[in-house]
């Protein structure tokens, strides 16, 4: 069977190398009595390159070629890779893809499409790059419903905090590294404002709950506003900031979805999560807590889970993986403004007396924290569980310029 890869960055360069460095192996697993990529489509030049011979930019060379059964999207975005990827479902060809962005946005109907065709799409380098997390999800916890959902999705950004926890760095000196070491997107961004691990929630909740979950119904925040004095005030409190990407399911049947910076505990699997590791906790109702834990991002990580989907498309040309994941309903995730947590605040004050009686005023009883070298005229206090809207109008009320605000987890 022959393969062809629609994209030739780190990841699909990565793809290229895998496919070569465990050829045999490769090829054995597929069952086949060959996988050879034998078509390379970028728009970029890559003199001297091993694979030369096989470039093309032209997209037809690809598609007109009735030899390639498989093809490897790793062009990122969604245009143009959603056009060549439906494409190619519909001549007849499966598609592996390490596109979140694309999978995120039209994950549904590019599924719709394969089966229509009897071929197969599968992404399982779109969420935790190296990490097996979504034939996990849709195979081995095949027996539970899922309530629950809680990751660090993106390497970029954990890698960044890890910095400013553990090495008391700035938020742009660990990003400038990040980058450096080709973790980050093209666009920091993606990473920093928290999109990437958007996508990869939408996924996640998508295949755990059974309907589409975009991106713009998840509200969003990055880790950009995180100050060093934030990461004090959490170690202070007991626990670390992660960003974190998270989903539950209720009893309605309606589901929350967010990703946001978020205190949890030391004590939480998640939390020893460091540098560019990303982990994904699973709560079933038979398995209980299950957490996926490696190397979320990077070549050859992520290259390691486009071959494998790889190897089970040519392992599996005669059927197809289903997936259970049906079209977005209408009024299915709940306002995020509904959502309660308990919040860490920190904010100055011109009058210290003032300040803790408008808080205590405003919600009650709450724990403050502190540690040293925090500036005198501010204060870091956790409230109880409070509905973010209730949150809003208190805050807003209260004898304080706020600094910040992270929602405290529990898991
Ligand atoms: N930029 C992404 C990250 C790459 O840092 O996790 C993997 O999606």
């Known amino acids: 069977m022959n393969i062809a890869i629609m994209g030739y960055g780190v990841v699909g360069s990565g793809v290229a190398e895998v496919l070569k460095k465990n050829h045999a192996s490769i090829v054995k697993k597929s069952t086949q009595d060959e996988l050879e990529l034998v078509r390379i489509l970028d728009l970029r030049d890559f003199p001297g390159d091993e694979n030369e011979k096989l470039f093309t930019k032209d997209f037809n060379d690809i598609l007109n070629d009735d030899s390639i059964g498989i093809v490897v999207e790793t062009m990122g975005g969604v245009n143009p890779a959603y056009d060549f990827v439906l494409a190619c479902l519909k001549a007849g060809k499966s598609v592996v893809t390490s596109n979140k962005e694309l999978v995120a946005a039209k994950g549904c109907e590019l599924l719709r499409v394969a089966e229509e065709m009897n071929v197969n799409f599968m992404f399982e380098a779109s969420v935790g790059g190296g990490i097996p997390i979504i034939r996990p999800i849709i195979n081995c916890l095949a027996a539970n419903e899922i309530d629950e959902i809680a ?10 905090l890890t910095k400013m926890i553990n ?99 030391c004590s939480s699997q998640l939390a020893g999560v460091d540098d560019v590791f990303n982990a994904i906790l699973v709560r079933g109702d038979a398995i ?69 009686q408008s808080i205590a005023d405003a919600f009650g009883e709450v724990e403050y924290l502190t540690y040293e070298g925090a500036a005198a005229n501010e204060l870091g206090f956790v409230t109880a569980p409070v509905a973010q809207s209730e949150f809003d109008e208190k805050i807003a009320k209260a004898a304080l310029t706020v600094g910040s605000v992270i929602r405290v987890t529990d898991y």
């Open 151 to 160: 990751g660090i999705l993106n390497g970029t950004t954990n890698f960044i």
């Open 288 to 356: 209980g807590d299950v957490v996926f834990y490696g190397r979320g991002a990077g070549k050859l990580p992520t290259a390691s889970a486009v071959v494998a989907d790889v190897v089970d498309c040519a392992r599996h040309s005669a059927s197809r993986k289903v997936f259970g994941w049906e079209d977005s309903i209408a009024d299915y995730v709940v306002n995020y403004k509904d959502i309660k947590h308990p919040f860490f605040v920190r904010a100055s004050f011109t009058d210290e007396a003032a300040a803790k």
């Open 167 to 265: 090495e008391g760095m700035t938020f742009e000196a660990a990003l400038k590294i990040a980058q450096e070491l080709g973790y980050a997107e093209r666009d920091p961004s993606a990473d920093v404002e928290g999109k990437d691990a958007c996508r990869k929630i939408c996924i996640l909740a998508s295949l755990c709950f059974g309907n589409h979950v975009y991106p713009d119904e998840v509200y969003t925040e990055g880790i950009t506003e995180i100050a060093l004095a934030d990461v004090e005030y959490a170690k202070a409190w007991g626990g670390v900031i992660k960003l974190l990407g998270r989903a539950t399911r209720y009893g309605d049947g309606k589901i929350s979805a967010m990703v946001s910076p978020a205190f949890i505990r």
